[in-house]
C-alpha cells in the first residue's frame, strides 16, 4: 500500500503556539496549495493548543497530522489523518530516539497504529530549539548524513527520513547525498525555506519540503510562492 506521503511536494508546519499574520485565516493556509498540514512545535505545547489548531483546520480538504514534540500533547481527534513522530537519528540522549515513544505507549490505551507513523529525524541547525531540546550531534558531514539516512531506511525500516534545520537554510550538498542513499524512502526537508528559489532548490534535492516559520513571520502569499517553487522543482509546474 502506498503511503500518502509519497504523493507530497510540500507540507505547511503549523505551530500552534503562534499566531498567523494579521488577517488571515485557516481557510488561506488551507488554499495554497500545500499538499498536507502538520500541527507542532517545539516549545510550549499543549493539547488545548493543537486542538485549537485541528478543529480550524478540520473543514478543508488538506490532509492534517500532527507532529507531537513529547507524548503528553498527543490528542485523540478524529479530524486527524495520522501521527508523525519524529525519532532523532542523532540525539545524545536516547529518551528523544524511543524513550519518549515507550511512555507514550505507556500511557496510552488503544493506541491506534495504523495511523501512526514514524519520521528518521536527523537535526543539523545546532541553534534551533529542538537541537537544545533533544540535545543533538549536529557536527555531520555530507557522508554522516548519508550514513544516517541509509540506517534509518534498512536498518530501521523508516519510511520518512527528515532533515531538520529549523529555523535556517541547509547545505544542498547534505539533502542531495541524503536522498542519494535512500532507495524507497521519503526525503522530508526543513529549514529556512522562504521563497520561490530557496524552494526550487532544496525540492530539486528533497522529495518534501516543509515550510514552518514562514507561514507565522511572511503569511499565506510567501507559502504559496514556496508552494510553485518546491512543484516546479519536481515537474508539476511550468517553471517561470
Known amino acids: 500500500m502506498t503511503a500518502p506521503w509519497t504523493d507530497w511536494d510540500h507540507i505547511t508546519k503549523i505551530d500552534p503556539d503562534k499566531d498567523l499574520v494579521d488577517g488571515e485565516t485557516f481557510e488561506d493556509v488551507c488554499a495554497t496549495g500545500t499538499d498536507a498540514l502538520e500541527i507542532g512545535g517545539t516549545l510550549d ?3 488545548e493548543k493543537m486542538e485549537r489548531v485541528v478543529d480550524a483546520c478540520a473543514k478543508y480538504d488538506v490532509p492534517i497530522y500532527q507532529e507531537p514534540s513529547n507524548p503528553g500533547v498527543v490528542i485523540d481527534d478524529d479530524a486527524l489523518d495520522g501521527y508523525l513522530i519524529p525519532t532523532v537519528f ?3 540522549d536516547s529518551f528523544w530516539v524511543t524513550g519518549a515513544h515507550k511512555e507514550w505507549v505507556r500511557i496510552e490505551d488503544g493506541l491506534d497504529w495504523d495511523r501512526t507513523h514514524t519520521e528518521a529525524y536527523i537535526v543539523l541547525n545546532p541553534d534551533s530549539s529542538v537541537a537544545e531540546y533533544t540535545e543533538a550531534d549536529t557536527d ?4 554522516d548524513v548519508a550514513s544516517f539516512a541509509r540506517v534509518a531506511e534498512k536498518m530501521f525500516g523508516q519510511k520518512i527520513v527528515y532533515l531538520e534545520y529549523s529555523g535556517t537554510y541547509g547545505d544542498p550538498e547534505k539533502v542531495a547525498a541524503a536522498h542519494d542513499a535512500l532507495d524507497e524512502a521519503t526525503l522530508f526537508y526543513g529549514g529556512g525555506i522562504h521563497d520561490y528559489d530557496s524552494a526550487h532548490e ?3 534535492n528533497a522529495d518534501v519540503v516543509v515550510v514552518g516559520n514562514l ?3 511572511e503569511g499565506v502569499d510567501a507559502v504559496r510562492e514556496t508552494v510553485e517553487g518546491v512543484k516546479a522543482a519536481h515537474g508539476e509546474l511550468a517553471e517561470p
Open 45 to 47: 505545547m499543549t493539547e
Open 90 to 92: 542523532n540525539a545524545k
Open 140 to 143: 555531520q558531514n555530507a557522508d
Open 202 to 204: 532544496m525540492g530539486s
Open 215 to 217: 507561514l507565522h513571520d
